[in-house]
Structure formats: structure tokens, C-alpha cells
Antibody, heavy 116, light 113 residues
Framework: EVQLVESGGGLVQPGGSLRLSCAASGFTFSTYWMHWVRQAPGKGLVWVSQINTAGSTTTYADSVKGRFTISRDNARNTLYLQMNSLRAEDTAVYYC?????????WGQGTLVTVSS | DIVMTQSPDSLAVSLGERVTINCKSSQSLLSTSNNKNYLAWYQQKPGQPPKLLIFWASTRDSGVPDRLSGSGSGTDFTLTVSSLQAEDVAVYYCQQYHTSPWTFGQGTKVEIK
């Protein structure tokens, strides 16, 4: 069974940093592109970032470019999102998702709250 | 960026009735190389992550009941629930995977009348 389990969310002050993790199991992690998608409270879905199978190619939404860094450890079957210079508008549930054609499996999400 | 616009924003329908959700993209999602539309539909229930329902505009994901169907091509797409069941109450999102950044519609909330 495919499982994606996010962790690392919490309350952080504006300008602070957080590192999210997504532990994958039930599939060959190293053969799939992975993504982060976020959802602000009561709002819609917004794609944040993606990484290729080897971790050599990354892409970001303009809203997080230069502040967030996606990475992966295929030996540990884990996806990461390093979030720096956090802003109030980054407050959201962050989901990791696997992609084949598109996002076919999603984790349960981890809540990030940016507030003083 | 490709803008995805859904209509309506919400609707309330009686059990057993038909539900139609529309999704319009600002650019064509049809690839001339493979004649496929790069459009997916997701269902999100309260407190849960999104669930993939349909990809390539009309291909149901494994386990998705056949009362849910997708249609359309180019810039205009439709998700249809042929006979609404209680478990279909959710927010539905369309999403394009034709051109990065991948973008979603704003969502359509489906409720029971």
C-alpha cells in the first residue's frame, strides 16, 4: 500500500524557518517525481515545488522561489521541503504527492502556521 | 501560467440527481503529439487530502465509481456525477498538467439539497 506521511509542521514566527519531511513507503520511491502542494485554510490547492527522480532537477512556484528548497533522499525514501524567510501567507497545510501522469497519491498533510 | 476556472463555485443537488461541474482553461490542454488532454479531476472531503478521480480528462483512476465521468477537450471540460450519492459530498478540483506551473481550479463544493 502506498503511504506518504508528512511531518515537521508547526507554529513559526515570520522570517523563521521550518523543514518538512515526507516519508514514503509501499512503492519504489526513487522512480517517481515528487511534489509539494499547499492549501491555505479554507482555500484551494496550490502547487509549490517538484523534484525529479534523481534529485537533480527542481522547480518552484514563483511565490516560493528563492525561499524554499525541495530535496530528496532516495536511500531513506524521504522527501524534504526546507522553508526559509517564512511569511504569513505561507500558512497552509502542506501535502506531499507522488506523480505519474499527475498527482496520484497524496499524504495527509502537515500544517504550517506563520504568526507572531 | 495557465488559469483554470471552475463553475459553479458551489451547488446543492438532491440525492440521485445529476451533477455537472465545468472547468475552463486559459490555454488548450490538448497535446498534438499524443492527442491527449492534460486535465485531471480531484475530490476532497473535509479533513482529507485530495483524491485523484480522473486523468487524461476522461480516464477514471482505479476504484472510482462509474457514476463519475469526465469529458471535454481543448479548453473546456466537465465532470459529471450521474446520480449523486451521500458519499459524493466534497469539493472537486480540476487541474492541468500540460504546462508548469501545474495549476488548479478554485474548486466546486457539492452539497445535498
Amino acid at each position: 500500500e502506498v503511504q506518504l506521511v508528512e511531518s515537521g509542521g508547526g507554529l513559526v514566527q515570520p522570517g523563521g524557518s521550518l523543514r518538512l519531511s515526507c516519508a514514503a513507503s509501499g512503492f519504489t520511491f526513487s522512480t517517481y517525481w515528487m511534489h509539494w502542494v499547499r492549501q491555505a485554510p479554507g482555500k484551494g490547492l496550490v502547487w509549490v515545488s517538484q523534484i525529479n527522480t534523481a534529485g537533480s532537477t527542481t522547480t518552484y512556484a514563483d511565490s516560493v522561489k528563492g525561499r524554499f528548497t525541495i530535496s530528496r533522499d532516495n536511500a531513506r525514501n524521504t522527501l524534504y521541503l526546507q522553508m526559509n524567510s517564512l511569511r504569513a501567507e505561507d500558512t497552509a497545510v502542506y501535502y506531499c504527492a507522488r506523480s505519474t501522469t499527475t498527482f496520484d497519491y497524496w499524504g495527509q498533510g502537515t500544517l504550517v502556521t506563520v504568526s507572531s | 501560467d495557465i488559469v483554470m476556472t471552475q463553475s459553479p463555485d458551489s451547488l446543492a443537488v438532491s440525492l440521485g440527481e445529476r451533477v455537472t461541474i465545468n472547468c475552463k482553461s486559459s490555454q488548450s490542454l490538448l497535446s498534438t503529439s499524443n492527442n491527449k488532454n492534460y486535465l485531471a479531476w480531484y475530490q476532497q472531503k473535509p479533513g482529507q487530502p485530495p483524491k485523484l478521480l480522473i486523468f487524461w480528462a476522461s480516464t477514471r483512476d482505479s476504484g472510482v465509481p462509474d457514476r463519475l465521468s469526465g469529458s471535454g477537450s481543448g479548453t473546456d471540460f466537465t465532470l459529471t456525477v450521474s446520480s449523486l450519492q451521500a458519499e459524493d459530498v466534497a469539493v472537486y478540483y480540476c487541474q492541468q498538467y500540460h504546462t508548469s506551473p501545474w495549476t488548479f481550479g478554485q474548486g466546486t463544493k457539492v452539497e445535498i439539497k
